[in-house]
């Protein structure tokens, strides 16, 4: 049986494995020149290279099976790692894209209101609003349309009034707002309005996962949990229910216009549309100037 590496052999090799081939040979060759060097008989020289092929045979084995080991181990790491960038710069770019639709929204506001747009504005559009009630979510786009058409003479604010036939799942949903707009701000509460509005089954069905939903806006969930079980937020939205009852709101959505400038207000109820409610902010700025 031949022992020698055959061409056909040779093509089979890694790049590896050639390398330390290459090694073999050269290694051959010191050891024939060494020994033509202090006269060894030929049948030792025989066994001495034989026995040296061997052993670098066998190391050849074993340094590719570390090698193989390790270039894999180190590939999958890399592609694990890139997978993990890539996921969280995503992730971050989707955040980003919801914040920059709520770019109008001050990042703190006074008193802890939750107001979109421009706080200086004459006309406030004040919304009690309920995030499992479909009208609602109907509604939702309207008020923000006629802010961003208002050239900064309107705002809105948010009034929660979760019903109590859509409970429990409408008051957490209103409680978790609050406590997502402690790590995010005011923008990071309209930002989560949406996505609750978005992912909310409606009528008290709630939302799949309230987690992930919190986590899309770039919140801590583990930290709104804390927040929700603390309860530090159920007097606020006690406080908005007691408002709605006592200026005789049952449904959702209910939005008073109120004119900052004079004090005078109008309530609109349900789902009105945008043209219905430019038209009584010019009735009102009429009134206002013939007075």
């Known amino acids: 049986m031949s022992e020698q590496t055959t061409p056909q052999q040779q093509k089979s090799f890694s790049p590896m494995q050639k390398k330390l081939l290459a090694v073999g040979a050269a290694m051959t060759l010191i050891l024939g020149a060494s020994v033509a060097t202090v006269g060894y008989q030929i049948y030792q020289t025989k066994e001495l290279l034989i026995q040296e092929r061997d052993s670098l045979q066998s190391k050849i084995t074993q340094l590719e099976s570390d090698y193989r080991f390790k270039s894999e181990e180190r590939f999958n790491n890399a592609v694990q790692k890139a997978l993990e960038h890539f996921v969280q710069q995503k992730r971050e770019q989707d955040i980003q894209a919801k914040y920059a639709k709520y770019e109008s929204a001050p990042e703190q506001v006074p008193d802890d209101k939750r107001i979109y747009g421009n706080l200086n504005a004459r006309f406030t559009l004040v919304e009690f609003s309920d995030l499992e009630c479909p009208f609602c979510k109907k509604f939702h786009d309207t008020p923000k349309e006629v802010v961003d058409a208002s ?123 945008s043209q219905a409610i430019a038209a009584i902010i010019r009735k009102m700025m009429i009134e206002s100037e013939n007075n």
């Not at 996962?209 to 709104?224: K, M, P, R, T, W």
């Not at 229910?241 to 609109?268: H, M, R, Y």
């Open 151 to 273: 050239n900064g003479n309107i705002n809105w604010q948010w009034k929660h009034l979760p019903l109590s036939f859509h409970n429990p799942a409408a008051e957490k949903e209103a409680l978790a707002a609050e406590c997502v707009a402690e790590q995010k701000g005011n923008r990071g509460f309209w930002v989560f309005l949406d996505e609750v509005f978005a992912k909310s089954q409606g009528n008290g069905g709630g939302v799949p996962n309230l987690a992930e939903v919190i986590e899309s806006v770039g919140a801590d969930a583990s930290l709104v949990r804390e927040c929700l079980a603390s309860g530090r937020y159920d007097l606020k939205i006690a406080a908005d229910v007691k408002q709605a009852t006592e200026n005789g709101i049952s449904g959702t959505p209910a939005t008073f216009i109120v004119d900052n400038q004079t004090g005078k207000t109008q309530l609109i109820r349900g789902a009105q549309p």
